[in-house]
């Protein structure tokens, strides 16, 4: 999915939560620069985190550990 982004696009997925638990997502957009912006979201806007990957695998990488974790947590 990653591979076919195209510049000023991005990618989002979203966990599926219960109500009380607020929204659980990470998306990746492919910046201007050709650098991936990835920023994970759970629970409240206050709890979002963000992160520039200058490569697509750096960018691949922060997927997999988001979509492998149990719970909804950010990737380390």
């Given amino acids: 999915m990653l ?3 195209a510049k000023g696009k991005y990618l989002l997925l979203q966990r599926l939560t219960g109500h009380d638990e607020g929204d ?5 957009l492919l910046a ?3 650098t991936f912006l990835v920023e994970h979201r759970t629970g409240t806007t206050a ?3 963000r992160t520039r990957s200058v490569t697509q ?3 691949h990488d922060a997927v997999l550990r988001w979509a492998l974790e149990p719970w909804c947590s950010a990737p380390s």
Wanted: aromatic share 6%.
């Fill in 3 to 5: 591979t076919g982004l």
């Fill in 32 to 34: 201007d620069d050709a």
């Fill in 57 to 59: 695998a750096e960018a």
């Fill in 47 to 49: 709890e979002r985190r």
């Fill in 24 to 28: 659980c997502f990470l998306q990746v």
